[in-house]
């Protein structure tokens, strides 16, 4: 019992993140980054800002990011928002949090899937936030009507991680319209890598008060290093999220996030091409993994959970990592024996392919 901690403090369970070693050469497919290069015109953008002296950095950036707000408007054209239905911040985890905090904690508890990304636990104990898990279906899918009623809030990621499953809208809207007096928190960090055109709950915010959607430019964007999340919402969430930010940090994003980051979500054609190579990549992953004997989770995502039915998980990452290849695995009930495995280049993937095909014998 260190003196100085608070209570809070020594009762905290901090979010493990994926480790980022220093060693070269390493074929990374534990963390699901992009493997892909961020678009040119983001890196000009960020470039331009810095100047040959860094002058503008003397200045505070924008505590608002309007610009990056205008450019969020302008990504989701078709969905007719204003900026006041949206807010950024510094990463997703970040506007996470502030949600935990302005719109979930209530008295009644809240509702997360049983698997699902560790993060939000973890702020519910940062926050005070009580949590009811609801298991996923044996197959790893989250059933929307196994979410019951009278609960202080439910937040689900879609696609979930680390499953990679993906609800269809209509299911989305089926949750959201069956708790009307709760907030509903949709986590797509990894929406873009989906198949279907228009999946995202966007589509809902207009119609749907209590629906918040959080999305990332870590993932699709290769831009996990610049820091950039946002949420979209009815006006009012949003004003909660400003009013939990403006009491914390007003300059969350600084001068090269929100140049940088409103460049990049103008450049759809960059987004295109690199969500079409790690989709294909996917695909080609899957059938190599099937061949060695894995099964695979359908994903929609740029990782695939998979499982041998042989060998055990954890042993398999030990052995793999040996040969310079890091994949994610999780020491939690139900999915001890999965492996979370980013979908990296056709190279990487073949690496990975080529070491577990040694290890299997
Ligand atoms: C990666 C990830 C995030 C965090 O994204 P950042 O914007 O990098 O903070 C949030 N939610 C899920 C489900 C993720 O996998």
Sequence with gaps: MNPFWSTLVHNLSPYVPGEQPKMPDLVKLNTNENPYPPSARAVDAMREELGSDGASLRLYPDPNADRLRGAIVNHFADQALT???????????EVLAHAFMALLKHDAPILLPDISYSFYPVYCGLYGVDHITVPLNERF????????????????????????????????ERLVAAHPTSVVVVDEAYIDFSEQVVPTAIALINRYPNLLVIRTLSKSHSLAGLRVGYAVGNAALIDALERVKNSFNSYPLDRLAIVGATAALGDKPHLEQTRQAVMQSRASLTDALERLGFDVLPSAAN??????PQHD?????????????????????????HLRITVGTDTQCQLLVDALREILG
């Design 83 to 93: 900026p006041a239905q949206v807010f950024v911040g510094n990463g997703s985890d």
């Design 141 to 172: 899918e989250i059933c929307v009507d196994d979410f019951r009623q009278g609960n202080g809030g439910i937040v689900i990621a879609n696609p979930n991680a680390p499953t990679g499953h993906l609800l269809r809208l209509a299911e989305i």
């Design 303 to 308: 990782f695939i959970f998979t499982r041998h």
């Design 313 to 337: 998980a954890a042993q398999l990452a030990t052995e793999l990592r040996q040969r310079k290849v890091i994949v994610r695995h999780f020491k939690l009930p139900r999915i001890d024996q």
